[in-house]
T-cell receptor, first 115, second 115 residues
Framework: AQKVTQAQTEISVVEKEDVTLDCVYE???????LFWYKQPPSGELVFLIR??????QNEISGRYSWNFQKSTSSFNFTITASQVVDSAVYFC????????????FGKGTHLIIQP | DTAVSQTPKYLVTQMGNDKSIKCEQN?????MYWYKQDSKKFLKIMFS???????INETVPNRFSPKSPDKAHLNLHINSLELGDSAVYFC??????????????FGQGTRLTVV
């Protein structure tokens, strides 16, 4: 069985603060893939990053960075110098094959950036 | 040029009716999916379809059936609609799940309301 836990239901910060969204996953597979998606108020799902289980290098993309640690089964997402446009629901997801062969999503973290 | 498109975007219908949601992708992907997002924003895989192989999430009622006329389309048919079917339904596509999956590209979602 696989599972993704996003313990933070809602986070509210003031613009320009840094914020980290936590993601903890469970899987018995040795090969798996982790994803982050953004769902803004308009409702679409926007792909942010994909990481495979053999690549533990951290990644930075502009104000976004991701910290993947297999030892703690975590794949955390940090937004530096947050902006109001970052307000959205963020989903962490896991793929390791089997079952319906799609992504297993966490319940999402609602991020609110206040001006 | 939309990569994954769903129609309609909104669908309001009465209990007991049968309805369909269409999905088309122009990415040349060979796997398509349907996900359901409930009122609490929880996203769950319903089906995946690859090369005429359908994998069904065991929790999906058999009133739901995907139909794929060709590789670029995966439509969702729902019979005898119930109030609990009200949700946002997302279509998605990706490369073959057997290989390392690329990110899943999602459609804009169809908000189904059953009254």
């Amino acid at each position: 069985a696989q599972k993704v836990t996003q313990a933070q239901t809602e986070i509210s910060v003031v613009e320009k603060e840094d914020v980290t969204l936590d993601c903890v996953y469970e899987t018995r597979d040795t090969t798996y893939y982790l994803f982050w998606y953004k769902q803004p108020p308009s409702g679409e799902l926007v792909f942010l990053i994909r990481r495979n289980s053999f690549d533990e290098q951290n990644e930075i993309s502009g104000r976004y960075s991701w910290n993947f640690q297999k030892s703690t089964s975590s794949f955390n997402f940090t937004i530096t110098a947050s902006q109001v446009v970052d307000s959205a629901v963020y989903f962490c997801a896991l793929y390791s094959g089997g079952g319906a062969d799609g992504l297993t999503f966490g319940k999402g973290t609602h991020l609110i950036i206040q001006p | 040029d939309t990569a994954v498109s769903q129609t309609p975007k909104y669908l309001v219908t009465q209990m007991g009716n049968d309805k369909s949601i269409k999905c088309e992708q122009n990415l040349g992907h060979d796997t398509m999916y349907w996900y359901k997002q409930d009122s609490k924003k929880f996203l769950k895989i319903m089906f995946s379809y690859n090369n005429k192989e359908l994998i069904i999430n065991e929790t999906v009622p058999n009133r739901f059936s995907p139909k794929s006329p060709d590789k670029a389309h995966l439509n969702l048919h729902i019979n005898s609609l119930e109030l609990g079917d009200s949700a946002v339904y997302f279509c998605a596509s990706s490369q073959s799940p057997g290989a390392a999956p690329t990110e899943a590209f999602f459609g804009q979602g169809t908000r189904l309301t059953v009254v």
